[in-house]
């Protein structure tokens, strides 16, 4: 099957659902075509699920994804948020622990990254209130 094919088939069975009951094999279809759209498109989509007033607060989202996730890619997701933030923006008692595991590295390390913890990642995201998306 096509990609159009199988992109009107998922979206046969998505319309119509609602986002507090998404059909139960959403994330199974997601994984299934994500990789086969083009990036942009992905890209695009998931800025506006982040920015929709369907969805919980940015912060949470981020949290949650980073809970999910493994090292390498809360790396990733801690530091996008940290370049976003930049050095002014880890300062005090909650973000002061990330500019001390930085100890003057460019970039957190996906050992690090597994030990802090999703609340973090939450007041970090909630500064940025979804600003840091393209």
Do not use: C, W
């Not at 659902?17 to 083009?38: K, L």
């Not at 005090?92 to 957190?108: E, K, N, S």
């Amino acid at each position: 099957m096509g990609f159009i094919n199988e992109i009107g088939s998922l979206l046969q069975r998505y319309s119509g659902a609602s986002a507090a009951a998404p059909p139960a094999n959403a994330e199974q279809d997601f994984r299934q075509v994500a990789p086969q759209a083009p990036q942009a498109s992905v890209a695009s989509g998931l800025r506006h699920a982040f920015r929709s007033n369907e969805t919980p607060p940015f912060g949470n989202m981020v949290s949650q994804l980073f809970g999910q996730s493994n090292g390498e890619q809360r790396a990733g997701i801690l530091n996008h948020l940290l370049g976003a933030a930049g050095p002014a923006g880890l300062g005090g008692p909650v973000l002061g622990g990330l500019a001390a595991m930085l100890q003057g590295r460019a970039a957190i390390t996906p050992e690090q990254a597994q030990q802090v913890s999703p609340d973090v990642v939450q007041h970090l995201a909630k500064m940025h209130n979804g600003r840091i998306l393209p």
